[in-house]
């Protein structure tokens, strides 16, 4: 063998080893700075599932005693869990379109918080509340579900404003959907102001079949809000 094909091979097994511990110190590399989850969205996945939770828990410190009360609890649950997995899917759906390196600065910091404490309290205010006829505690239903309305004002209404700056070509990452962005933000600015007009007493005074009026309000914002969603998936594949 020919001292240049021995040098050949020689150099032939060099790119070898040298493909093979540059594929490997890549593979590393990429393994050490792989972005992390933001710790805001850590915390919000935790904070959605305790209030999961806790709202099905409080089903078991209220036994019931009759059909009529099973119905109302699971109705009253399935409401609070259909309202946070709503807002759930929309704040997720958001987050990753929102560019990381501002997700935990500034205003969009406080607005996360200030969700979180929404999310935070609405089992709460919901265990408050019967979704049944009214109760001897007349005066502090009444009250806890116009807070309770207020809560779900404010949670629809952070949505809106996140919405709102994702459509601004300057923040989303995907500026191919900011037509989407502007029809979730349309539709949680109008579904905030129904939650709010819902307070007005004239919701609780009117009453259907032992229900005050303002608990059919909030149904149909839920179902309003959903209807709108599947008609905006409906439009967009049949352009």
């Known amino acids: 063998m020919s001292d240049q094909t021995k040098c050949s091979i ?4 060099n790119e070898l080893i040298s493909k093979k511990y540059t594929g490997l110190l890549r593979g590393w590399w990429t393994f050490t700075v792989r972005i992390p989850k933001p710790r805001i969205e850590s ?4 904070i959605f599932g305790l209030a999961l939770s806790i709202g099905s828990l409080s089903l078991l410190s209220r ?4 059909p009529s009360d ?28 929102w560019p990381r390196e501002r997700f935990e600065t500034g205003t969009m910091m ?6 979180l404490f929404f999310v935070s309290i609405e089992p709460y205010l919901l265990s408050l509340i019967s979704f049944g006829p009214a109760s001897e505690n007349h005066l502090m239903l ?4 116009q807070i309770y309305a207020l809560d779900l004002a404010g949670l629809t209404l952070i949505l809106g404003l996140f919405a709102q700056m994702l459509t601004r070509k300057e923040e989303a990452s995907q500026p191919e959907l900011i037509d989407a962005y502007i029809w979730l933000r349309n539709t949680q ?17 009117w009453v259907i079949q032992g229900t005050p009026l303002r608990f059919y309000l909030w149904y149909a914002i839920l179902a309003g809000t959903w209807i709108s969603r599947g008609l905006h998936l409906f439009l967009r594949r049949t352009r």
């Open 10 to 13: 020689l150099v032939r097994k």
């Open 43 to 46: 915390l919000s996945d935790l």
């Open 63 to 66: 036994p019931a005693v009759n």
């Open 70 to 97: 099973v119905v109302a609890d699971i109705f009253g649950f399935g409401f609070s869990f259909f309202i946070l997995i709503s807002v759930w899917l929309r704040y997720t759906g958001m987050v990753t379109a």
């Open 110 to 115: 406080w607005l996360n918080i200030l969700l």
């Open 142 to 145: 009444a009250f806890a579900s």
């Open 189 to 205: 600015f109008v579904s905030a102001g129904l939650f709010g007009l819902s307070v007005l007493p004239i919701f609780w005074s």
